[in-house]
């Protein structure tokens, strides 16, 4: 049976004879028909424009499933664009704040290269541990969810697919998922196209072989002026964090939306976001043109009509450079009036305060390491008896640092916000090698206190640096129990995501035996707590508190301090004062020339400084940073002390620095009274 041509199909190569032959059977127009579509160039997309003709949204790894939409983030569509391989930047720098929706623009850059412009793509986690999450959470979705992607990259399940968790295998190209921890995977193979995401949470150097940025880039050095960087995180601390100093090397665009009111253009600020004190759902934000009130109804419009505008002149003219705060998130994802809110809690914490810079503005935070003044601190000493609890003082800690000759001991007591009095100080001689000296350290964990009101305080818990004489410090803490007492190694750096971590069971050695798992350890970032020691140490003028036994009665109205004001009693000597301020923070250079942070010592003791560290680890680990209103409340019951501020006192209590949930421990009412 002859089948009629048809006149729409092309006759290019094929001859009169030809035709009759190719169209003399079933199926022949159908053939012809995808043969010719197969010769059809697939269209010139930019990475947004395939985002919004084939991207969807799986319901496991969005919160707004479905078709993607680049006009819900229009300020992504440039940085996307930018990965097109029709734009000559080679390195594409993203400095962000969360909820911006970063991730998926990542997503659809993995995915156009897949369907559009395939190659040997490398896309680095923080860890193997992360790049695995990521390819389970955010990878299988985006393949199973487009159709395009699934026709080219095989099932895990089918024999020799190339689709393995951190590998997947398609036609012109492969991509490979890693860890920047991982020197093998960083140099496995070259990489036209390379998705460096979080390089804040880079660790220095990928198995002691470099820079883990470094390595990657160089996988793309053979595909020249081809290849494509991206570079995405949220920063970190000054002068460590990497994706600062890209950014700062590039032209450093900024989002430009017009005021709906006179249509000046400007890039948002927090400093124009403004509400009434303690009521953040007021928050609307300030045009910087005529002063109006902006209400968040407004950001769609307005970021329909904004622009991506260079401020600077990039070293380098293949890079450009991207700044977003959360004030751009859209309508319906991270409001004004969260972030407003989100700022009120972190009042009174600097660690707070730093993750809300990093994580809400997307902007570094500046560590401040500098000493204060010993002399300045000496001035401001408060009266109160030595071995006293101030009236504010709700539970004890203390900080233990084992030296050769002596174990010096350092009790502090805590209020709300981590305000904080010294109570004792306290040598015991005898050092690590005399029985007698941990005897008396014994001892001292059955001791009392006095508070302002009469009753009498045990330690909630006592923290042990295990540095010196570790066999001897575990041997002491299993004889006493692990309950009191929390055995501490320091760790220094600032890229750490809890100041606290562990306990984590360690080998002990025991009068000589050796017991699997026989202690248990806390990791303790000494960098952050010196940090915030030395910035609650600044915090305005102490407050005056009575001598105990003085005409004033415990609870006379006093001016209120800060949160974390650090109370130093005037029995605290010259010396101790010099050892509280011992160190100071400085930038070091490395051998490869990058910047990062050291604590380096003024003075050869430092010893106050290193029992004030473990002491507030202590409070760390008592669950100072987590306890909710009720339980500071109950404290104060216990002492019948008197509230003295308002009822919003108790917010000002913030955790340290964003942390895990941790396990709960069964607590004893009485524990820190009796």
Not at 121 to 132: I, S
Not at 250 to 259: A, H, T
Not at 500 to 512: F, K, Q
Request: glycine residues 8%; aromatic residues 8%.
């Amino acid at each position: 049976m002859s089948v009629p041509t048809s006149t729409n199909l092309p006759r290019s190569g094929l001859t009169s004879g030809d035709d009759d032959s190719l169209t003399d059977f079933d199926g022949a127009v159908e053939i012809l028909r995808t043969w010719s579509a197969g010769l059809t160039p697939d269209p010139d997309l930019t990475v947004s424009q395939w985002a919004d003709k084939h991207r969807m949204l799986s319901g496991r790894a969005s919160a707004e499933p479905g078709r993607y939409r680049t006009a819900r983030t229009p300020y992504m569509r440039e940085i996307m664009d930018r990965l097109s391989p029709s734009d000559p930047t080679q390195r594409i720098v993203f400095m962000k704040a969360a909820q911006v929706g970063a991730t998926e623009a990542g997503n659809n850059w993995i995915g156009f290269a897949i369907h559009q412009a395939p190659g040997p793509m490398l896309a680095v986690q923080p860890t193997v541990e992360l790049a695995k999450r990521n390819s389970r959470q955010r990878i299988d979705p985006l393949i199973d969810e487009s159709p395009e992607l699934r026709e080219r990259v095989k099932p895990a399940r089918s024999r020799d697919a190339g689709n393995t968790m951190l590998s997947k295998e398609f036609a012109g190209g492969i991509l490979i998922m890693t860890g920047a921890n991982s020197a093998v995977g960083l140099r496995s193979t070259p990489a036209r196209y390379i998705f460096l995401d979080e390089v804040d949470a880079y660790p220095a150097s990928a198995d002691e072989e470099g820079d883990p940025v470094t390595l990657a880039e160089a996988r793309s050095l053979t595909f020249a002026h081809r290849r494509k960087v991206f570079l995405v995180s949220t920063p970190t601390i000054r002068g460590l964090s990497r994706i600062e100093r890209e950014f700062e090397a590039s032209d450093q665009r900024r989002y430009f939306v017009p005021c709906p009111h006179c249509d000046a253009m400007q890039w948002l600020k927090f400093d124009r976001l403004r509400w009434q004190k303690g009521r953040p759902e007021t928050a609307e934000y300030h045009c910087e043109g005529c002063e109006r009130t902006i209400a968040e109804h407004h950001k769609t419009q307005m970021l329909e009509r904004g622009e991506w505008r260079a401020t600077t002149t990039a070293a380098d003219p293949t890079t450009v450079g991207y700044h977003l705060s959360a004030l751009y998130s859209p309508v319906g994802w991270l409001s004004w009036q969260r972030i407003a809110r989100a700022h009120e809690a972190a009042r009174g914490s600097d660690e707070a305060m730093r993750a809300f810079r990093n994580t809400f503005l997307g902007e570094t935070w500046m560590e401040t390491g500098e000493a204060p003044d010993w002399q300045r601190l000496a001035d401001r000493r408060e009266a109160w008896a030595p071995g006293t609890v101030p009236q504010r003082g709700l539970f004890l800690t203390a900080g233990a640092d084992v030296q050769k000759d002596r174990i010096e001991v350092d009790v502090w007591a805590w209020g709300r916000g981590l305000e904080s009095w010294l109570v004792d100080h306290l040598v015991l001689e005898g050092g690590p090698g005399d029985p007698a000296c941990w005897q008396r350290l014994t001892d001292l964990l059955g001791r009392t206190w006095a508070h302002a009101s009469g009753q009498p305080m045990a330690l909630a818990r006592l923290a042990i640096d295990t540095g010196y004489e570790t066999s001897a410090v575990y041997a002491w803490s299993r004889q006493v129990g692990f309950a009191q007492v929390a055995p501490v190694k320091g760790l220094e750096g600032f890229n750490r995501s809890s100041p606290v971590t562990g306990p984590t069971y360690v080998d002990a050695t025991v009068a000589g035996k050796r017991l699997r798992r026989g202690a248990r350890l806390w990791t303790v970032a000494t960098s952050t707590f010196k940090a915030e020691t030395y910035r609650f140490l600044r915090q305005g003028e102490a407050e005056p508190s009575p001598r105990w036994g003085d005409a004033s009665p415990p609870n006379a109205d006093a001016p209120k301090c800060p949160p974390g004001t650090i109370h130093l009693p005037d029995w605290a000597d010259g010396e101790w004062l010099k050892q509280l301020t011992a160190e100071q923070l400085v930038t070091v250079r490395t051998k490869r020339g990058f910047a990062r942070l050291e604590w380096q010592k003024l003075r050869e003791r430092n010893e106050a400084l290193d029992t004030r560290v473990y002491a507030r680890a202590a409070a760390w680990i008592a669950g100072a940073d987590r306890w909710p209103e009720a339980r500071w409340a109950d404290l104060e019951a216990q002492l019948g002390v008197k509230r003295q501020d308002g009822p919003e006192a108790g917010a000002a209590t913030a955790p340290s620095v964003p942390t895990r949930p941790m396990p709960r421990r069964r607590t004893v009412r009485s524990s820190y009274m009796r």
